[in-house]
């Protein structure tokens, strides 16, 4: 079955650490997004990328970077820069349309102390 | 801010009710989307509906749109325990190519 694959599930860190979510799909999909979410709120955008070796600062991008180094694969590093990582961060992808619907994966929840 | 604003952010019912919730969003879009998250877990995708259209179906799902009021609402028609989650609406604008999610109604269906 195609899909967006983020792991860990969970992830606990240290205050200073840079730490890196990961996230593969296998859609073969050109777009790659990363979301963050906090409890009882809507989701905003941090990065996205449209195509390989090519991505695009969202909404929240400060404290966060990316790579698109393959089509299936789009890493997210929280350095330690962020002020409040602790938060819920979701995957998504398209197949690079931008009227299509975006493909979740099932998150990272990040707990950072 | 926002682009998409859900109400109400919470609803409770019981099972076989009619699950009824509205977003307005700010600026023109090209397409309007509705999605849905259980807990802890990522968001699927339900019903993405265009600017030039007013309403469409999907199974137990209804969704309208409204462009003159800048309005949308998902209908979930004979609810069951299962579709208790949290909904959410997203736009795309018609001038960008970012969605904006809103902040969701968490829908709670009682058996």
């Known amino acids: 079955d195609g899909g967006i694959t983020q792991s860990p599930k969970y992830l606990f860190r240290k205050e200073g650490q840079n730490v890196t979510l990961s996230c593969e799909q296998n859609?073969?999909?050109?777009?790659m997004y990363w979301y963050r979410q906090d409890p009882g709120q809507g989701l905003r955008l941090i990065y996205y990328?449209?195509?390989?070796?090519?991505?695009q600062k969202g909404d929240i991008a400060e404290g966060y970077s990316v790579s698109r180094e393959k089509k299936e694969s789009f890493p997210l590093t929280v350095t330690s820069a962020q002020k409040n990582p602790t938060a819920f961060y979701l995957c998504?992808?398209?197949?690079?349309?931008?009227?299509?619907?975006?493909?979740f994966g099932n998150g990272t929840r990040l707990t950072v102390t | 801010s926002q682009q998409g604003e859900e109400d109400p952010q919470a609803l409770s019912i019981q099972e076989g009710e009619n699950a009824t919730m509205n977003c307005s969003y700010k600026?023109?879009?090209?397409?309007l989307q509705w999605y849905r998250q259980n807990s802890g877990r990522g968001l699927v995708h339900l019903i993405l509906?265009?600017?030039?259209?007013r309403e469409k179906h999907s199974g137990r799902l209804r969704v309208t749109l409204d462009t003159s009021k800048k309005s949308s609402s998902l209908l979930i028609t004979a609810s069951r325990a299962a579709d208790t989650a949290s909904y959410f609406c997203?736009?795309?604008?018609?001038?960008?190519?970012?969605?904006?999610f809103g902040g969701g109604t968490r829908v709670l269906v009682k058996p």
């Open positions: 998504a992808s398209s197949p690079g349309q931008y009227n299509s619907p975006l493909h």
């Open positions: 600026t023109s879009i090209n397409n």
């Open positions: 997203a736009t795309l604008p018609a001038a960008g190519n970012k969605l904006t």
């Open positions: 859609l073969n999909h050109d777009a």
């Open positions: 509906i265009r600017s030039n259209e």
């Open positions: 990328s449209q195509i390989v070796n090519d991505f």
